[in-house]
T-cell receptor, first 112, second 118 residues
Framework: ETGVTQSPTHLIKTRGQQVTLRCSSQ?????VSWYQQALGQGPQFIFQYYREEENGRGNFPPRFSGLQFPNYSSELNVNALELDDSALYLC???????????FGSGTRLTVV | AQSVAQPEDQVNVAEGNPLTVKCTYSVSGNPYLFWYVQYPNRGLQFLLK??????LVKGSYGFEAEFNKSQTSFHLKKPSALVSDSALYFC????????????????FGQGTTLQVKP
């Protein structure tokens, strides 16, 4: 059973640029959720993808968008990067309706 | 809206002593509660969860948590702390938005840093 894999592990971008983060879900899981963890804070829910569609969204602007692919992997895209977007981005996979969540190790994004 | 609170930013204990990391919750409906641990520059590792049943939940690495409905608390405990338990601990509650059909959004507390000294 493979866990959740996120890439890249670290990323530095310039304000105004766009970034894509990737997540491979755990075998047997069909749902992917993305979280943003700013320094010294708890993770904040960005959105969830199920059946290749957005299935719930937190309080994040439209420049945060995502995709889910037929193999259940997912991408998080952030346009027009701002300094406050600097954070650890966590992906969690799960089986819709179940109670088990497996988190990846995260992508550390730094916006300069 | 569902929420959890972790009233302590940091907890300090000596190795071998019992530890408690506190969490209180506010939910409408049944509470589904979780504890995760995070080591520096790492993701979240699952420790335990309460869905239903016995109020004392046993989890990974010798941790346990007690669900108390009357006090709306879900404190994390361990009988004998290890230096390697030093990390950041998060309590979380699941929030199901039945309006959108979303099930499984986790709402996290701010985290509690556990420092275990030799």
């Amino acid at each position: 059973e493979t866990g959740v894999t996120q890439s890249p592990t670290h990323l530095i971008k310039t304000r105004g640029q766009q970034v894509t983060l990737r997540c491979s879900s755990q075998s047997g899981h069909n749902t992917v959720s993305w979280y943003q963890q700013a320094l010294g804070q708890g993770p904040q829910f960005i959105f969830q993808y199920y059946r290749e569609e957005e299935n719930g969204r937190g309080n994040f602007p439209p420049r945060f968008s995502g995709l889910q692919f037929p193999n259940y992997s997912s991408e998080l895209n952030v346009n027009a990067l701002e300094l406050d977007d600097s954070a650890l981005y966590l992906c969690a996979s799960s089986l819709q309706g179940a109670f088990g969540y497996t988190f990846g190790s995260g992508t550390r994004l730094t916006v300069v | 809206a569902q929420s959890v609170a972790q009233p302590e930013d940091q907890v300090n204990v000596a190795e071998g002593n019992p530890l408690t990391v506190k969490c209180t919750y506010s939910v409408s409906g049944n509470p589904y509660l979780f504890w995760y641990v995070q080591y520096p520059n790492r993701g979240l590792q699952f420790l335990l969860k309460y869905i239903t049943g016995d109020n004392l939940v046993k989890g990974s690495y010798g941790f346990e948590a007690e669900f108390n409905k009357s006090q709306t608390s879900f404190h994390l405990k361990k009988p004998s702390a290890l230096v390697s338990d030093s990390a950041l601990y998060f309590c979380a509650v699941r929030d199901d938005d039945h309006g959108s059909g979303n099930t499984g959004k986790l709402i996290f507390g701010q985290g509690t840093t556990l420092q275990v000294k030799p």
